[in-house]
């Protein structure tokens, strides 16, 4: 079992940042694939970012390319979310979720197994 445990929402105004954390404990080598995921009253919850922890590779969804960045700090099992420039619609509860294999594409809510209790972030104009 993976045990994700996120931080670092709060409440800021249109253009400004924030940055997420999430802390993974447990058998965390199942953990191969974390990524963050948000979800808006009324809305679906979409892909924001995913990283490989093994490579550190990442990917981002259209929405938030060239804003928000993914990272990773392996001695401490956290993956980071830094969100820049944020917009009113950007609002939501950020979740953090890990699987430890991954077939199709990185940013499909279903194929993660292991989540966290989620953030809120939330964007005034």
């Known amino acids: 079992q993976v045990q994700l445990v996120e931080s670092g929402g709060g409440s800021v105004q249109a253009g400004g940042s924030l940055r997420l954390s999430c802390a993974a404990s447990?058998?965390?080598?199942?953990?191969?694939?974390m990524a963050w995921f948000r979800q808006a009253p009324g809305k679906a919850r979409e892909g924001v970012a995913a990283?490989?922890?093994?490579?550190?590779?990442?990917y981002a969804a259209d929405s938030v390319k060239g804003r928000f960045t993914i990272s990773q700090d392996n001695a401490k099992n956290t993956v980071y979310l830094q969100m820049n420039s944020l917009k009113p619609e950007d609002t939501a509860m950020y979740y953090c979720a890990a699987v430890e294999y991954i077939r199709g594409y990185i940013l499909r809510e279903g194929l993660y197994k292991y989540w966290g209790q989620g953030t809120q972030v939330t964007v005034s104009s």
């Open positions: 990283i490989v922890t093994r490579d550190s590779s990442t």
């Open positions: 447990g058998d965390t080598s199942r953990a191969n694939y």
